[in-house]
């Protein structure tokens, strides 16, 4: 048995996606939601409900990593645990949700990068990709990448409109049609990229709309999605997967 542990929870995809793999390959599991409201109590939950393994959603993810017995891997530097793994009387936590971005755009062929916004999203993400410079509408949360030695600009002083791959972490676009950033930014930004992703899904965003109107290849946030998670059932499984073939079938489920 494993489960996906979240406050809320009843949104998410995750039962959805490994059931269906699970079905599809024949494998004798089931993967449930747990709506956790105390996140300090959330490895006690694991061990009493006697699971395999476990997805840990907002706002969670911190109390996963700091309660778990061993970290490994991104997660580490991240801190932050999406995924939870039983290994004997141990309970071990990594991240999948960055190495999911990465494996999501695997064939994009960038060097330079942009990230749009400055918060968990884009912290995880300029870990995994430590080449990229950032963009926020405000300045106040660019103090933790600036002491990380990174490129930061707000709105008033971007001086740089040469990126291959232009990412969108902000929840612009999410319930409403804002843009991440001004129009005339974004503009500039768009006619010298190849690229541009949004972590949201579920929609088009106002921002990949804009970027196919420049003939940029797009991704959505079902990419992250799906490949976060096909890394997650790796980790259930112990064992590695044909990323390709797995991430079909959770396509195949999340878009019908
Ligand atoms: P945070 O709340 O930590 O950060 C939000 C950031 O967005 C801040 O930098 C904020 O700027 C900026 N922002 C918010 N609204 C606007 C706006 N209207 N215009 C410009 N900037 C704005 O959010 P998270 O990083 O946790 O999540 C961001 C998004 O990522 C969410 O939409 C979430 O759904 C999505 N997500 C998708 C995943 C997937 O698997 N596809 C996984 C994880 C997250 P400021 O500092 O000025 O407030």
Known sequence: MFLIFGDPVSHSKSPLMHNYF????????????YHLK?????????KE???????????HKEWAFKLCDEVRGIAKEIGAVNTLVK?????????????????????????????????????????????ADIL????????????????TFTWDNIDNFKYDLIINTTSAG??????????????????NAKY??????????PFLALAKK????????????????????EYFLGKELKREEVAKIYFEILKD
């Open 49 to 59: 409900l006697k699971i395999k393994g476990a997805n840990v959603t907002v706002p």
């Open 38 to 46: 105390e996140g300090s109590k959330i490895i006690e939950k694991f």
């Open 136 to 151: 926020n509408r405000s300045a106040n949360r660019l103090e933790y990448f600036k002491q990380k030695n990174k490129k």
């Open 214 to 233: 420049y003939n940029l290849k797009t991704k959505t946030g079902l990419d992250m999605l799906v490949y976060q998670g096909v890394l997650a059932m």
């Open 174 to 191: 999410l319930n409403d049609d804002n843009l991440p950033a001004p129009e005339e930014i974004l503009n500039k930004l768009f006619s």
């Open 87 to 131: 290994e004997g009387d141990k309970i071990i936590g990594y991240n999948t949700d960055a190495p999911g971005f990465l494996e999501a755009i695997k064939e994009f062929d960038y060097k330079s990068v942009l990230i749009i916004g400055a918060g968990g999203t884009a912290k995880a993400l300029s870990l995994v990709l430590p080449q």
């Open 196 to 205: 541009a992703v949004d972590v949201i899904y579920g929609k088009e965003t």
């Open 22 to 33: 699970f079905k599809k390959e024949k494998i004798d599991e089931c993967y449930g939601r």
